[in-house]
């Protein structure tokens, strides 16, 4: 068994986001897929899966092929921002704090 490349390595992950948000409209999956990556994700490692996703071909959820590749979505991700503020905990804030 081989080990994964960098690329597919990345696919997976973005994959794996894909699971996370496929429950939602389409729309805002894709909104919330681009959301993600260009929050977390490094510049490097988003023109890395740009740049392998037409060789990729099946392999990539075709949710993650429309959030990198139709420009910036339209919709509004599910995902709330997250608020620093202390007084506001709870109001808005993302699932991730």
């Keep these: 068994m081989s080990a994964l ?11 794996q986001i ?3 948000f496929r429950s939602y409209p389409d729309e805002e999956a ?5 959301k993600h990556v260009v929050a977390f994700w ?5 023109a890395s899966l740009e740049a ?4 990729m071909g ?8 429309r959030a990198m590749c139709d420009g910036k979505p339209e919709a509004e ?6 608020t620093r503020d ?8 993302s699932d991730a704090g």
């Design 86 to 93: 202390p007084q506001k905990l709870g109001e808005g804030a």
């Design 30 to 34: 894709v909104a919330g897929i681009h």
């Design 5 to 15: 490349t960098s690329d597919e390595k990345l696919v997976r992950m973005a994959n």
């Design 18 to 20: 894909a699971t996370f």
């Design 42 to 46: 490094t510049p490097k490692m988003l």
């Design 52 to 55: 392998c996703l037409p060789a």
């Design 58 to 65: 099946a392999r990539v959820d075709p949710l993650v092929v």
């Design 77 to 82: 991700s599910p995902v709330r921002p997250a």
